[in-house]
């Protein structure tokens, strides 16, 4: 998008208030007074605080008409033709007064070519004054742009270093561009100072930080949680499957390897018995992917006003497009969207999301995880919302080693001191949350009689716990059914 060609149009097509929602209040300045320039228009502007006045900042202006409705009048009564930014003007602009007043001088446009041009952070126009304006809206800077921002910054930190060099490594370089993918100029320009100025290097370890601070920067409300906390697949037992499958997709995710006839990867779903490590691989997802990861919280999403649940999910999905490429996990999705709510607010969340699913463009790798699949509408696990359904079952045998091994490694006790055949033995039908709770209790068990934990011990807790296989054997069952013809087995 080119900022000035935009805006240009606009002021051809005699529109006379613009209503520009922008943090960039210099940028736009400039843009418009470049523009004045070429038309033979003079800028002006007024703010509460200095009055209007000449917007160049080489021209120091008497400052008069401090008050809102002071300048409204004095721009209705100018002959002269010119562009007048009222900044931060949204605290005024409902006052019936100051909208007759802007009114009047969008009626008489065609008199005399005055532009009234609103520049705040947010702004809702009055109905009486939208048939006479346009939005305006500053393009995000483009790749190039960002690359020519970071080397400015390195060329500025070497200054200030009597020539030192920006130690930049190229990749770690490359994915930092890529992720002020969103950012405004300013902001990813402050991004990129704290990232050089730090240390005066570019490394992998900023990226964390950027994306983190890009995620502040964007979200205002909690239904969406930037996880610290990613994992690796060697912290998850089995799932060969998965693993295999995410592997074969990580280049075009990550943006490494590209190729014209394959498609952008959509997401999978998980389903599969509660505490077989579905939470797990979704942070395992974003480990593989070197992504930042995205919790949507479909129970934050609700709200008891009309419209504001709908209002939530779409800023959600907006932050995670802006935050691409990501991993976006929607945990225990059947909650949010369930089938049996017909007219309710859970089905215009499942519309919203629907179709922007359907019209996403960005990297936003979805991670769904579920536990109940009766409770989901059809149409969101028909082929083609995602890419795979897996399903997440109860560990084999050789499966329940390992994460026995991964969870006596977590907490310092060597493995080969444990007798993990005899525990897997006793431990069929155990999840593997069921399976880290054996070893953590035993663990206090231990700990309360001042002795070195033992196999026994965590024999013990085995033989005490009746899994959830046992308790809820009819819902297991039924739910290994029907993902028996219908999903891929992630083990």
Not at 265 to 281: D, E
Not at 326 to 333: G, M, N, T
Not at 339 to 361: H, N, Q, V, Y
């Amino acid at each position: 998008m080119d900022n000035r060609h935009d805006l240009e149009l606009i002021l051809r097509s005699r529109i006379p208030i613009i209503v520009i929602q922008s943090h960039e209040e210099h940028r736009i300045l400039h843009l418009l007074g470049t523009i004045g320039e070429k038309f033979n228009k003079p800028l002006f502007k007024w703010s509460v605080t200095e009055g209007f006045q000449f917007a160049r900042f080489d021209i120091d202006g008497d400052t008069q008409h401090n008050e809102p409705k002071e300048v409204l009048e004095h721009i209705k009564a100018e002959r002269q033709a010119g562009i007048y930014v009222l900044l931060d003007f949204h605290h005024y602009i409902n006052d019936p007064v100051h909208i007759r007043l802007v009114k009047d001088i969008a009626l008489d446009h065609s008199k005399v070519a005055r532009y009234v041009v609103l520049l705040s952070y947010k702004l809702d126009l009055p109905p009486e004054l939208r048939h006479f304006s346009a939005d305006f809206e500053l393009a995000l800077p483009s790749e190039k742009e960002l690359n020519s921002l970071v080397h400015e910054v390195a060329k500025e930190w070497a200054s200030e270093s009597k020539g030192e060099r920006v130690k930049a490594d190229p990749e770690a370089t490359r994915l930092l561009i890529r992720n002020l993918a969103g950012l405004t100029h300013s902001d990813a320009k402050r991004l990129v100072r704290n990232a050089i100025y730090y240390d005066g290097a570019i490394t992998h370890s900023d990226l964390s930080d950027v994306m983190e601070a890009k995620y502040k920067l964007l979200s205002g409300k909690q239904t969406l949680a930037f996880e610290h906390e990613t994992s690796q697949f060697s912290q998850v037992g089995g799932l060969k499957n998965l693993k295999r499958w995410l592997e074969d997709r990580r280049q075009i995710v990550m943006g490494k390897k590209g190729n014209a006839n394959l498609d952008m990867p959509k997401g999978i779903l998980l389903l599969g018995v509660q505490g077989c490590g579905k939470s797990l691989a979704a942070r395992a997802v974003a480990g593989v992917f070197a992504a930042p990861l995205l919790r949507l919280d479909m129970g934050a999403l609700f709200n008891k006003y009309y419209g504001e649940s709908e209002r939530n999910i779409r800023e959600a999905l907006k932050i995670a497009d802006t935050m691409a490429p990501c991993v976006l996990w929607i945990d225990e999705v059947e909650k949010g969207l369930s089938a049996e709510d017909d007219d309710g607010p859970s089905r215009r969340i499942f519309a919203t999301m629907l179709t922007w699913m359907a019209e996403k463009d960005t990297a936003v790798f979805i991670v769904a995880t579920a536990n109940d699949m009766s409770l989901l509408p059809p149409e969101f696990v028909r082929k083609g919302r995602f890419d795979e359904i897996f399903f997440v079952d109860l560990p084999d045998a050789d499966t329940r080693g390992i994460i026995l091994k991964i969870h006596m490694s977590n907490r310092s006790l060597n493995p080969r001191e444990f007798d993990v055949q005899k525990l897997v033995h006793a431990s069929d039908g155990f999840s593997g949350a069921e399976l880290e709770q054996a070893v953590v209790s035993a663990l206090y068990r231990a700990h309360a009689r001042d002795e070195l934990v033992s196999t026994d011990h965590i024999l013990t807790e085995i033989e005490r716990t009746q899994p959830l296989s046992v308790v809820m054997a009819e819902h297991v069952d039924t739910l290994r059914a029907w993902a028996a013809d219908r999903t891929v087995p992630a083990h």
